[in-house]
């Protein structure tokens, strides 16, 4: 029998941290801010804060420009090239791609066929997301990427101290990732070419190049780092929300006909199971918060994961609740998406796909849960590490 709240034990081990010893928690390097005030703190301060030093160990991936590890001025430029394309209106015409790649994944099931919704979603994902950006022939290619950023992403999901072993060592894994980032780039640079060239013409990818601001580097980081974020946390989350709708008696049948209900049950599911479990920040000045001193230079770290689960904020909180939503919580009592200068770019279009993809799953005939273990995995990116088996409706 699989449990109706799935715990992941290295994050309940922070959430019993933090009724222990409070909203300040120090854990060898790092100095963890927790709850709901510890989130508005970070979130309302962003001048004590800088995200270069805390996700240098994305740099391997997304680029040393890019916009996760961005701070102060040149954070707000690129920000500014890339928000349009994000903007609310513009979401509403990537529906229809959304929709088709969903659709596309479900139909390819034979009836009865056990599959891997987590896997099949992710492709789903990782397509639409690189079409609906970057445009259809950059999406033809979309196994490539995944295929080369996976071994990119399997790099940075390491420990970044181990990571900064093997890359000083130049190690064969080093070099592997390395040869990876190479192909991803020579594909992206072709792209940026052609559409300054005016041949090609996706939305972001146009006014990043047209936008004349942006260097090409530049533009290359803020393409990675698009594609790589997009896909891997939203498929995350993809997951928890298909097996809420199978493992949950009736949450299927009402999600079916109600709208409004579908959307509880997206944000009930990241409450939940945020895929950020946490995210970082580190000191750029010192200060004091909840009567600590916290030094300069300190890597710190807040965390979704934990807020979500608490008893004050959310009554019951493991219970899995659609109908909590009628009431509205505040921005640092739910962040899924993070919050202040820095918060998720990307929210509107990971709610949008999650909400078409699980639509299109509900339109057709519901498919079975199967007895498996599932054991959550990665702090940037929660996800079950063995996947999501369900059987194709027979
Ligand atoms: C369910 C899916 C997603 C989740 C849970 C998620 C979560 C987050 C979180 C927690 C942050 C850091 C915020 C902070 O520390 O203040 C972030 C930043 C970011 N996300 Fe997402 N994200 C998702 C989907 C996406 C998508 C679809 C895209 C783009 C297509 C995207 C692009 C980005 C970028 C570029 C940043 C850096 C923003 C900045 O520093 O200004 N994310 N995301």
Redesign the pocket.
């Known amino acids: 029998m699989i449990p109706d709240v799935v715990r992941y034990r290295q994050a309940d081990l922070l959430s019993g941290l933090h009724r222990r010893f409070g909203p300040v928690v120090r854990v060898g390097p790092y100095t963890y801010l927790l709850g709901p005030e510890a989130n508005q703190f970070v979130?309302a301060h962003s001048e004590l804060f800088e995200?270069e030093a805390a996700f240098q160990s994305l740099v391997p991936v997304d680029g040393p420009t890019?916009?996760?590890v961005?701070d102060g001025e040149d954070?707000k430029r690129r920000?500014r090239f890339?928000q349009p394309a994000?903007a609310h209106r513009q979401i509403a015409s990537y529906v229809p791609v959304m929709r088709a790649n969903a659709e596309a994944t479900i139909d390819a099931w034979r009836p009865g066929e056990t599959v891997d919704a987590y896997q099949e979603f992710r492709r789903a994902i990782r397509r639409s997301?690189i079409h609906a950006?970057f445009g259809e022939e950059l999406a033809q290619e979309s196994d490539f990427f995944g295929a080369h950023l996976q071994v990119l992403i399997n790099l940075i999901d390491r420990n970044p101290a181990v990571v900064k072993v093997l890359r000083t060592m130049k190690s064969p894994g080093w070099r592997n990732a390395m040869r990876a980032r190479r192909a991803v780039d020579a594909r992206v640079y072709k792209a940026i070419e052609e559409t300054r060239q005016g041949k090609t013409a996706g939305d972001v990818l146009t006014s990043l190049v047209q936008g004349d601001g942006l260097s090409d580097l530049e533009v290359r980081d803020?393409i990675v780092?698009?594609?790589a974020?997009?896909?891997e946390?939203?498929s995350?989350?993809m997951a928890w929300a298909v097996f809420n709708l199978l493992r949950h008696n009736g949450v299927w049948e009402r999600a079916q006909q109600d709208d409004d209900y579908l959307a509880n049950v997206v944000n009930e599911t990241?409450r939940l199971y945020?895929?950020?479990v946490v995210?970082?920040?580190v000191a750029a000045a010192p200060f004091e918060f909840a009567g600590k001193k916290i030094k300069q230079g300190t890597f710190l770290l807040?965390s979704?994961y934990v807020t979500h689960r608490l008893a004050e904020v959310f009554p019951d909180p493991l219970k899995f609740d659609p109908d909590r939503w009628e009431t509205k919580p505040a921005p640092h009592e739910f962040?899924?998406?993070?919050?202040?200068?820095?918060?998720?770019?990307?929210?509107g279009?990971?709610?949008t796909?999650?909400t078409v993809m699980l639509k299109a799953l509900l339109q057709r005939p519901k498919p079975e849960l199967l007895p498996q273990r599932l054991t959550p995995t990665g702090l940037a990116a929660m996800r079950p590490k063995n996947g999501l088996k369900i059987r194709a409706a027979g």
């Not at 962040?335 to 929210?347: D, E, K, Q, S, T």
Request: aromatic letters at 8%; hydrophobic letters at 40%.
């Open positions: 979130f995200v890019s916009l996760i961005s954070h920000r890339v994000l997301t950006l803020q780092t698009l594609i974020a997009g896909y946390t939203t995350g989350a990241l945020p895929p950020a995210s970082a920040r807040y979704p962040l899924p998406f993070g919050g202040g200068p820095h918060r998720c770019v990307g929210a279009l990971a709610t796909e999650l």
